[in-house]
């Protein structure tokens, strides 16, 4: 079973920023916080990743709690091909021997 | 970031024949890449971990002799759908870990469908 929980669906206006939270309360000490996004009919795209600082980069920000038992991914300008699956995943980082374990996700919607 | 390739994008079958499907790390090498599952409105399942030089490594409930996967270089993975049937039918993705921090990245996927 997955390790996180995100809810299930998010709508968004189009220009705003789209916050999509994920619990991960039995997250371990070594586990990053990873999140990927999946379009429609193509594979998962990488977002974002963190351990306990805050990340950003071009795409999005992560805030991780104090005491990682949840975080956010923010957009901070939503579009209407931000629309996807977005899957909040725990992961060791360097685990290359291990794949990943994908929960449900949260369809994100941008209204127009 | 990392690209991975799949060919085909989609592909069609009839029933009994067998399906190669290859994943190729462009500008990195791989020692491992793995291939997932996923079926229409469900999330992506791991199938199996490709190993540079030898044997795969199935999740449990994967048939090895029906999935076969060949890691023969360290750019190319392939699966083989072997005798495949209706069922198989699904959206199969391969995926590798790239950089310092191996970081997952995943390929386009391939479609199957079998007739």
């Known amino acids: 079973d997955a390790k996180t929980t995100q809810p299930t669906s998010m709508d968004c206006a189009e220009g705003r920023a789209a916050n999509l939270p994920c619990n991960h309360s039995?997250?371990?000490?070594?586990?990053?916080v990873y999140w990927y996004r999946q379009i429609h009919s193509q594979g998962p795209q990488y977002i974002i990743h963190g351990l306990k600082n805050n990340e950003t980069n071009e795409m999005a920000s992560l805030i991780i709690t104090e005491d990682r038992k949840s975080s956010t991914l923010i957009l901070p300008h939503a579009t209407l091909r931000d629309t996807a699956v977005y899957y909040c995943?725990?992961?060791?980082?360097?685990?290359?021997?291990?794949?990943?374990?994908f929960g449900k996700g949260t369809h994100l919607i941008i209204q127009p | 970031g990392a690209v991975v390739s799949q060919h085909p994008s989609r592909v069609i079958c009839k029933s009994g024949t067998s399906v190669k499907i290859e994943c190729r790390s462009l500008?990195?090498?791989?020692?491992?890449m793995f291939w997932y599952r996923q079926f229409p409105k469900k999330s992506l399942m791991l199938m199996a971990t490709?190993?540079?030089?030898?044997?795969?490594?199935?999740e449990q409930g994967v048939e090895k002799d029906k999935f076969l996967i060949n890691h023969a270089s360290l750019t190319l993975s392939t699966l083989t759908v072997t005798s495949a049937h209706p069922e198989d039918s699904s959206f199969y993705i391969c995926?590798?870990?790239?950089?310092?921090?191996?970081?997952?990245?995943f390929g386009p996927g391939t479609r199957l469908l079998v007739l």
């Open positions: 995943i725990v992961r060791v980082e360097g685990g290359g021997a291990d794949g990943l374990t």
């Open positions: 039995t997250i371990s000490g070594n586990e990053y």
């Open positions: 490709s190993n540079e030089g030898s044997k795969a490594t199935y």
């Open positions: 500008d990195f090498q791989a020692t491992t």
């Open positions: 995926s590798a870990d790239w950089g310092v921090q191996e970081t997952q990245y």
